[in-house]
């Protein structure tokens, strides 16, 4: 079974700054199947970025990420208020596989 | 649109059980596999469950395997999971989630969310 472990657990950023988050796998897992999402208080998950890179539709060019093998990224290049969040990485590509990260809270400094 | 919407959670005592449902529309509904993924109260997102479109094939995590149970009726564009002999830790937001159109397990729609509460 693969873990996915997420740091920091909170990052404290001002709107404007640069936020970068990272997903750790506890092996290698190429860079087809991994996915990012987003997590505001009472709401569903929205789907951010897949394929370790490429951003799901609508989402802004602000937010990027990176990464294969053990280590990937998402940045946020610079923070709205509405990007204070909690965000997720996921693998995904079959049932066994599919595994979430604990999370990154984004809070305002 | 897609629209995904979950119904059935509520308050249930330890060993009891509770049927969820999720109501889908907006697309054909038999040509996607479905999932069920929980987040217990200011915890993370857990994998619960998947079936797929025709619901011959079904998946559990480990930690509900032998107690829940998925299912789905294309006729009625409704995908379900049966919770049987619930346990405290069970206590969640249960999301009904569709994959996008390409990739198995990647999370485009997501339903609300029903609220199961494990307690006596």
């Known amino acids: 079974e693969i873990v996915l472990t997420q740091s920091p657990g909170t990052l404290s950023l001002s709107p404007g700054e640069r936020a970068t988050l990272s997903c750790r796998a506890s092996?290698?897992?190429?860079?087809?199947?991994l996915a990012w999402y987003q997590q505001k208080p009472g709401q569903a998950p929205r789907l951010l970025i897949y394929?370790?890179?490429s951003r799901a539709t609508g989402i802004p060019d602000r937010f990027s990420g990176s990464g294969s093998g053990t280590d990937f990224t998402l940045t946020i290049s610079r923070l709205e208020p509405e990007d204070f969040a909690v965000y997720f990485c996921?693998?995904?590509?079959?049932?066994?596989?599919?595994?979430f990260g604990g999370g990154t809270k984004v809070e305002i400094k | 649109e897609v629209q995904l919407v979950e119904s059935g959670g509520g308050l249930v005592q330890p060993g009891g059980s509770l049927s969820l449902s999720c109501a889908a529309s907006?697309?054909?509904?038999?040509?996607?596999?479905m999932h069920w993924v929980r987040q217990a109260p200011g915890k993370g997102l857990e994998y619960v469950s998947a079936?797929?479109?025709?619901?011959?094939?079904?998946f559990y995590a480990n930690s509900v395997q032998g107690r829940f149970t998925i299912s789905r009726d294309n006729s009625k564009n409704t995908l379900y999971l049966r919770m049987g002999s619930l346990r405290p830790e069970d206590t969640a937001i249960y999301y009904c989630?569709?994959?996008?159109?390409?990739?198995?397990?990647?999370?485009?729609?997501w339903g609300q969310g029903a609220l199961v509460t494990v307690s006596s």
């Open positions: 079936i797929s479109g025709d619901g011959g094939a079904t």
């Open positions: 092996q290698n897992v190429g860079s087809s199947y």
């Open positions: 996921q693998l995904y590509g079959s049932s066994p596989r599919v595994t």
């Open positions: 394929g370790a890179s």
């Open positions: 907006g697309f054909t509904f038999s040509y996607y596999p």
């Open positions: 989630a569709r994959d996008d159109d390409a990739n198995y397990g990647l999370f485009e729609y």
